[in-house]
């Protein structure tokens, strides 16, 4: 699993000045699954948000992050359910072990091994704005990778390509833009430096024997370029980013190459709660987990609902944000908004119901949540493939214990503990929080 840093969709297949941003994965998509339509559902934990949602298959919550406010909660994570199949686990980011908490919740999570930057040697000639440049960590994670027993499990996190996008001129690939914006203008070469550390990680699994016996799974983490720089956006995709456009901007790429496999372009709506799901029908483990919120990629649904942590959601029709209802095509229209409403509440419901789980730490209850899933009295509820039960409904009684009341469920200040700072109308991972670095 490779968890690559602020990479949007809009690059895929694109160019820049006649050159590819992208060359190496427009090739690897040739050969792969690509879902061309999928969203990260990321809030203010950002990649930690995304982490989140693809070991779990829960919504990240409405403010902070899981990562600071819940790191000792019960969680039935990937990790978890593979090592009940065999697999170790193992998470590689060369950056400080402490940031997002990480090295607090990788253990709660499951996993057994955190390669951090003590694992790196790193120095001033590899590295560049927040760390180790993505080239010199693949080809040091490769080394760490062969020493895992096998089978394995492990996501490997990239840095180079994040705010403020800086790079040294001997490693720019490709020219930046020329919108006048900074930001939007270096983006755009700190893309296509990741793209090439892609490119000689695959070279190197193939050299290390690994490669054969690998599933790579690869998704963007978050956005990178913000509302803030719409204008410059506008310049480059030639057209104005409306409300429609910006939900668009969410897609981030999804990538799932299985060697000797050749795949295709799968245009389904989806997002990274889904990703916990598809993996685990790749792996022939099935039923772990009633109570993901995602479903498997490889399943068609004719109907599909794709919810932002924002309340935005998008189907095969639709796309509602900033409670207007838009019909999708190639020429996007504004529609009654009774359209999406027979959504919304569907949507709501989703994120309200993952809410619930988090703030009242219901994975606790993992077996009886499974019993409540499965019960013919709540087999009609909307969530997901197998979704468990109302989230209006009054708060379960299970094993004979009340759990926290819906006010103490929803009371922040009984159970933060460092939140990370507001990143409202800024770049992703632009606040950094006073006590860590990245």
């Not at 935005?312 to 996007?332: E, L, R, S």
């Not at 200040?413 to 770049?427: A, K």
Request: proline content about 6%; aromatic content about 12%.
């Amino acid at each position: 699993m490779v968890s690559v840093e602020s990479m949007q969709s809009f690059v895929i297949n694109n160019t820049l000045f006649g050159q590819e941003i992208t060359p190496f994965l427009n090739d690897l998509i040739k050969e792969s699954y690509y879902f061309d339509e999928f969203y990260h559902q990321t809030g203010q934990g950002k990649t930690s948000d995304a982490e989140f949602l693809v070991d779990n298959s829960l919504y990240p919550l409405p403010s902070g992050a899981v990562y600071f406010t819940h790191s000792t909660n019960e969680f039935n994570a990937t990790p978890k359910l593979l090592k009940n199949h065999g697999y170790y686990s193992a998470s590689l980011h060369a950056n400080d072990k402490s940031f997002w908490n990480r090295d607090n919740m990788y253990k709660n999570l499951g996993y057994d091994r955190f390669f951090s930057k003590p694992d790196y040697v790193i120095n001033e000639e590899n590295s560049i704005g927040w760390g180790m440049k993505d080239i010199p960590f693949f080809e040091q994670s490769v080394e760490h990778l062969k020493t895992l027993p096998q089978p394995f499990y492990s996501k490997l996190l990239t840095l180079t390509n994040h705010h403020p996008y800086t790079l040294n001129k001997a490693d720019e690939l490709i020219p930046e833009f020329d919108s006048g914006d900074g930001t939007v203008d270096r983006y755009f070469t700190t893309v296509r430096y990741t793209d090439e550390a892609l490119k000689i990680f695959f070279e190197d699994m193939k050299k290390s024997g690994l490669y054969e016996d690998t599933i790579f799974i690869l998704y963007g983490d978050h956005y990178g370029i913000s509302p803030n720089h719409n204008d410059a956006m506008a310049k480059f995709m030639g057209k104005e980013i409306t409300a429609y456009e910006q939900t668009q901007l969410q897609r981030v790429p999804l990538i799932i190459h299985i060697p000797g496999v050749t795949g295709g372009t799968i245009s389904k709506v989806s997002g990274q709660i889904d990703v916990r799901p598809t993996l685990l029908h790749l792996l022939g483990i099935e039923g772990e987990n009633p109570l993901d919120f995602g479903e498997n990629l490889f399943v068609d649904n004719a109907d599909p609902l794709l919810v932002l942590r924002d309340g935005t959601f998008i189907t095969n029709k639709y796309v509602h944000t900033d409670n207007v209802c838009y019909q999708k095509g190639y020429i996007p229209a504004e529609v009654d908004v009774s359209l999406c409403d027979p959504y919304k509440e569907l949507a709501e419901n989703d994120l309200g119901y993952s809410d619930k789980i988090i703030y009242g730490d219901l994975m606790r209850f993992t077996e009886e949540l499974k019993q409540i899933a499965e019960s013919e009295s709540t087999a009609n509820y909307p969530f997901g493939s197998d979704g468990p039960v109302d989230p209006n409904a009054p708060v379960p009684i299970i094993s004979d214990v009340m759990l926290e009341s819906k006010e103490e469920q929803e009371t922040p200040e009984t159970w933060i503990l460092s939140p990370p700072p507001t990143t409202e109308g800024q770049d992703a991972d632009e606040v950094v929080a006073e006590e860590v670095q990245e």
